[in-house]
């Protein structure tokens, strides 16, 4: 059966993108989880590991409470998540509450803040005395604290609430803003009641970008090891993440990529349902070639409540553990945070008697190196992984492919269920070894390069997709018969109107490069280190206030990062407008 | 591209031969070439590397030593992906861990041993093969002695599962640090030792409850009813036994010598050393070469710096571990003054090589629990 060769090309043009994305996915990402699962699959250590984690008397230990530790979190974090970044996307976005500007920064800067240092800002306040040392500030002041306010599943659901609702919130801002101002304006002539308008025309709207925030504070969640690692282990609480981790850890990788694909497993058929609802509905264009400023709602009475709600929420998330921090860089006693300040950890010189002779970070050679390692790493990754991102985007709005499509969605979005340390291990796995002709790519900065971007991708094409998604399909159309070709298309429509969701994306991704951890601690070539890498050494080695120190380091790139890209966003609006 | 490929193969050919012969070579001997790869490479589990490295290249100028400071884990896992890499990544490798080094490098042949002459005639037999033990390290009962000026308040392990002791018995979980499970494993490969000192701590003989195969698995068992608080990282359990001001400090099992840092921290850190029947396990920290190593030379040469030089403390070489908790592995060095001599501690040593035989069994054993 042959095709008119006008079909076929037509058939090319609308299936290339998708397969070439295809493509590139299935070396990125499927390849490193195949080689893992074949692992598995070895007859003799592979079936035994299977068994040992579903059906042994180690299972429940191994699997089904932490599995189900594992639900509760990724639920209960998606929930929070949605409602805080919601919550605070739509007062900063949609009314007139005061000090929008500055609520709007705030609330991108948690996602910034490794989630470790979160977790131990949380112990600092809250701890009891189950693991001794004293309690925290809290039980200092002389109130008991129980257990399940200090360890286990409650704190860390609130810890990574407020880690990852600056995602949802990045996400739902970015649609919320795209909202078009015409709608609102037509529907308040005619008289609709603001509930009717936000539940009529605003919530359908930025549907999308809610299953896209909830989805990425879900995966998220589910993979997140810091957090659960810190305070579940004290009550002995696991989740999969801190299981596969110790399995690793203490030689069983087997079972550890067994449990990897497990959490991939579960995850994959929840955000299934996500994506299925993302990709079953066409009706979410809604910027037009033109469009008024998004509407404000003026708040009222309510106000000022509103307003100190959200300062509180800010303050809570990023204020306060960024100046535990702080404090922690410069006290030398863990117990005794505010007393005896000293500055020997950021420009100390080598003192024997001091800090076992470590000299403050700006006197370590290595720190220089890893900066510009770090930075330029983040910058290359970042345009890499979101100009893949949009191209996914693109593919999948806008030449949908039975089962195609389905699985560049699906693959796009793996990375962000792998634990970090788990897909740095298949990387090593697969690229480790040469592949026929090629050389092995251990050991070098390629090979980083290309874990991370694969790891970007969720957030890339998720916050492409919400962008993208609202972009009506008419101005494609209209320049595609015009004769404009795909690049073309794509430079003159796609990203201009796009950028907002572009930069965001690009945001989100060079932060959490320059933060990460769980993959570059695998990969990092030895010769120059990055500033996760040192930040995580000195911890390990209980140099916890250089540690703290080099975080802050990361924490002022990614607060510049950020400034950055507030005022980049500002100015294009002024140009639009 | 001929002429560069044949004194290449030359080198290759003339490296592999060499090996053998460097093995025998003294320092003196080892020098010129070493200078004339003038680079070393070494992985290390622990960041006093940086200081070797300082003493290193002033004492082998023309030499650059290269550290990197990352966990035995960490190693294992690198030394292996550089191995099906084909990279000759490292030269010297300074490693704990060892159960899993032997099953899982030696075994393969990932890494070499190398015991310098000169420092042969001082080594215990035990300490040379089938790796060089560089010093020995620690994972034994510390408490705080700001709280129990008179000593341990615990002087039988058993007492650990005691009602007194409920939740206030701290240490890493041993699903996720290997030195916790060699010390778990070691309390059931000592079963005997374990059931009688139960004798001892509660006057009749021990009765073991169903599944359970022996006084070791048992004495684990009861640990983890007893409400055992696990934590992350050693530094994680020095900070809640050692913190000053306590009313009433946990008890639990640590690193020796990181009594050391009791000054810098506020820890009243302090060993239990006359618990019956043993206060914890003593293992080695093991230097080796990368079979594969391009500066072979080099890499002999640090090994033999890092072994201490011929005064009593063992020189600049060794300094960075000459610290009370951390036992020299030559016998001809002055122990430590503030510590107490390895003969009198009452740690058991591992035996790295029984170690490994049920070390899986116990990790399974310790999952089921938890």
């Not at chain 1, 919601?86 to 709007?104: H, S, Y």
């Not at chain 1, 962000?416 to 298949?426: D, H, K, S, T, W």
């Not at chain 2, 030379?297 to 090994?303: M, N, P, S, T």
């Amino acid at each position: 059966m042959t095709l008119p060769l006008r079909r076929r090309g037509q058939l090319f043009a609308s299936h290339g993108l998708t397969l070439a994305m295809a493509l590139i996915l299935f070396a990125l990402v499927a390849a490193p989880l195949i080689t893992i699962a074949i692992q598995t699959l070895q007859p003799s250590s592979g079936a035994q590991a299977w068994g040992d984690v579903l059906a042994s008397r180690l299972s429940p230990n191994l699997f089904w409470r932490p599995a189900a530790n594992t639900m509760l979190i990724g639920l209960s974090v998606a929930a929070g998540c949605v409602l805080l970044g919601g919550f605070l996307a739509w007062l900063v976005v949609m009314t007139d509450v005061p000090g929008r500007a500055a609520i709007g920064f705030m609330a991108t800067l948690p996602f910034m803040i490794p989630s470790f240092a979160t977790a131990l800002a949380w112990g600092s306040v809250f701890r009891n005395g189950r693991v001794g040392g004293g309690g925290g500030l809290l039980e200092g002041l002389g109130f008991a604290i129980p257990d399940w306010l200090s360890w286990g599943i409650l704190p860390t659901i609130l810890v990574l609430i407020a880690h990852y609702y600056a995602l949802a919130f990045t996400v739902i801002a970015a649609a919320l803003a795209a909202v078009n101002g015409d709608l609102i304006e037509a529907a308040q002539m005619t008289g609709a009641s603001r509930k009717r308008i936000l539940f009529g025309i605003v919530l359908p709207v930025v549907t999308p970008a809610i299953i896209a925030g909830g989805s990425l504070a879900f995966a998220g969640a589910v993979s997140n090891f810091a957090a659960p690692a810190l305070l579940g282990l004290p009550v002995r609480m696991q989740t999969l993440s801190t299981r596969l981790f110790g399995m690793i850890e203490i030689g069983q990788t087997e079972r550890g990529f067994v449990l990897a694909i497990l959490l991939i497993c579960i995850s994959a058929v929840f955000l299934g349902i996500g994506n299925r609802i993302l990709s079953g509905r066409r009706s979410f264009a809604t910027i037009g070639g033109k469009g008024a400023k998004p509407r404000r709602f003026a708040l009222g009475g309510g106000k000022s409540l509103l307003a100190v709600l959200a300062w509180s929420i800010c303050f809570l998330t990023t204020v306060l553990p960024i100046f535990l921090l702080l404090a922690a860089s410069f006290a030398p006693s863990s117990l005794a945070l505010f007393s005896n300040w000293t500055l020997h950890y950021w420009i100390g010189t080598s003192d024997p008697a001091f800090a076992r002779g470590q000299p403050g970070i700006f006197h370590n050679p290595q720190l220089i190196s890893a900066l510009t390692t770090t930075l330029t790493l983040g910058v290359v990754v970042a345009f890499t992984a979101n100009l893949l991102g949009i191209l996914i985007a693109v593919a999948l709005t806008r030449h949908k492919v039975p089962v195609l499509s389905s699985l560049v969605s699906q693959l796009s979005f793996l990375p962000m269920l792998l634990p970090g340390i788990a897909f740095a291990a298949a990387y090593i796995a697969l690229y480790g070894a040469p592949i026929g002709p090629l050389p092995a790519l251990y050991g070098t900065k390629l090979l980083l390069a290309l874990a991370l971007t694969a790891a970007m991708l969720p957030f890339a094409v998720q916050t492409g997709r919400a962008t993208v998604a609202q972009i009506s399909g008419d101005i494609d159309e209209a320049a595609r018969m015009t004769g404009a070709g795909f690049f073309r298309r794509l430079r003159a429509i796609t990203i201009p109107l796009a950028a907002r969701g572009l930069v965001a994306g690009l945001l989100i991704s060079f932060v959490n490069i320059i933060g990460d951890l769980a993959i570059t601690i695998l990969l990092f070539t030895p010769t120059s280190p990055l500033l996760a890498v040192l930040s995580y050494s000195y911890a390990s080695d209980g140099f916890h206030q250089f540690a703290n120190a080099v975080t802050l380091v990361i924490l002022v790139i990614s607060m510049f990062a950020t400034g950055a890209a507030t005022l980049l966003r500002g100015r294009r609006r002024e140009n639009i407008a | 591209m001929y002429r560069i490929f044949t004194p290449l193969c030359a080198l290759a050919l003339a490296t592999t031969a060499h090996a053998q012969d460097l093995d025998g070579l003294s320092v003196e001997g080892l020098l010129a070439q070493a200078q004339k790869e003038a680079k070393v490479t070494v992985y290390a589990f622990t960041s006093r590397i940086g200081r070797v490295e300082e003493a290193f290249e002033a004492a082998y100028p023309g030499i650059d030593m290269v550290t990197f400071d990352m966990s035995s884990t960490e190693q294992i896992a690198r030394i292996k992906s550089e191995a099906a890499a084909g990279i000759a990544g490292v030269d010297v490798i300074y490693i704990s861990d060892a159960p899993v080094v032997l099953s899982e490098l030696a075994s393969q042949n990932l890494i070499t041993p190398y015991v310098p002459p000169r420092v042969a005639g001082v080594l215990p037999d035990q300490f040379k093969s089938p790796l060089l033990a560089q010093r020995l390290s620690t994972k034994v009962l510390m408490f705080n002695e700001e709280a129990h000026p008179d000593g341990s308040p615990v002087k039988n392990v058993w007492d650990l599962t005691k009602p007194e002791w409920k939740g206030r018995v701290i240490m890493v979980d041993p699903l996720q640090r290997g030195d916790y499970l060699d010390l778990m494993t070691e309390f059931v490969l000592r079963s005997d030792d374990m059931a009688k000192a139960y004798e001892d701590a509660f006057g009749r003989a021990i009765d073991l409850a169903d599944g359970i195969d022996n006084a070791g698995q048992q004495f684990i068992a009861d640990l983890f009813a007893n409400d055992l608080v696990l934590v992350g990282s050693t530094d994680d359990v020095n900070k809640a036994i050692g913190a000053k001001g306590q009313q009433n400090p946990p008890i639990g099992f640590t690193s020796y010598s990181d009594r050391r840092d009791n000054e810098d921290e506020g820890w009243a850190l302090q060993v239990a050393n006359n618990v019956k029947p043993s206060n914890g396990i003593v293992f080695p920290a093991f230097l080796g070469l990368n079979p594969k190593t391009s500066n072979p030379a080099a890499a002999r040469l640090a090994v033999d710096f890092m072994m201490g030089d011929n005064s009593e403390t063992g020189g600049d070489g060794f300094k960075p571990f000459y610290v009370a908790g951390d036992w020299p592995t030559r016998t001809d060095l002055t122990p430590h003054p503030d510590a107490i001599p390895l003969a009198d501690f009452n740690g058991w040593q591992i035996d790295p090589a029984q170690t490994v035989t049920i070390r899986a069994d116990v990790a399974d054993f310790i999952l089921a629990l938890q």
